[in-house]
């Protein structure tokens, strides 16, 4: 059974997680979408664009588990997902900024219309990770935080939300262990600012005094 409750906290979460994305980008112009993101490879485009994409990923998913059905997340697979992000990723910023706001827009109209019984309905990853629809709207708010950062148009993960971090970080904090290199240690306890430490496990910040993680999935 589904907790009614907490699927509609988490899609309270993204409600308001997404405006601020959407704010953040509505001035790029084409140049910007051209610069590098801080990840590696891909320009603001190509983070812009898998924003939306991961949008139609959560949409189809939903209308999935509303008809009883288990689908793909990306078409194609992992090659599916980077072809069309790639394929997205030259456009003009303003059919990129539309598209982050309509997909958007598509999901929640998509999570609107899930019956209650079908939010435990099981999906899968591109990974091939399984999980119930309800653990999806969470895993879209942490797209929508952590993208916002490597879009590198200044917001940074000091800005993420309280309620972010405080949600996230004890999620994150058991899979540091296993993904140390070989003779490093974890920080002590309290060594570390939170927000900081949410950062660093997600790969998001890389410190002399922090050990390069694995990375984390």
């Known amino acids: 059974m589904t907790d ?4 509609a906290q988490a899609r309270r979460r993204v409600a308001e997680a ?7 980008i509505a001035l ?20 812009l664009t898998h924003v939306a994409r991961n949008a139609d990923s959560h949409r189809r998913r939903a209308d999935g588990a509303a008809r009883g059905e288990v689908v793909e997340q990306y078409p194609g697979g992992f090659a599916g997902r980077a072809a069309e992000i790639e394929a997205g990723a030259g456009r003009p910023a303003a059919e990129m900024i539309a598209d982050v706001r309509n997909s ?16 435990s309905h ?18 879209r708010w942490q ?3 952590i993208h916002l950062v490597d879009l590198d148009i200044g917001v940074s993960y000091r800005d993420w939300p309280d309620e972010f971090v405080a949600f996230w970080l ?3 904090r058991p899979t540091a262990a296993g993904r140390l290199p070989s003779g490093a240690a974890l920080p002590a306890p309290g060594t570390i ?12 910040l890389h410190r002399a005094d922090l050990p390069e993680l694995e990375p984390w999935g």
Do not use: C, K, N
């Not at 009614?4 to 699927?7: A, H, P, R």
């Not at 112009?29 to 485009?45: E, F, I, Q, Y």
């Not at 958007?104 to 939010?119: F, I, S, T, Y």
């Open 193 to 204: 600012d939170r927000r900081d430490e949410l950062a660093w496990l997600y790969g998001r």
């Open 143 to 145: 797209e929508l935080e």
């Open 104 to 119: 958007a827009e598509q999901m929640e109209a998509a999570w609107q219309a899930v019956p209650a019984l079908a939010w």
């Open 18 to 24: 997404q405006p601020r994305f959407v704010a953040a």
């Open 28 to 47: 790029l112009d084409d140049a910007d979408v051209r610069r590098p993101s801080r990840l590696p490879d891909w320009t603001v485009g190509h983070v």
């Open 4 to 7: 009614e409750t907490t699927v």
């Open 122 to 139: 099981r999906t899968i990853d591109v990974s091939g990770t399984e999980r119930r629809l309800d653990d999806l709207v969470s895993r």
């Open 170 to 172: 004890p999620r994150l």
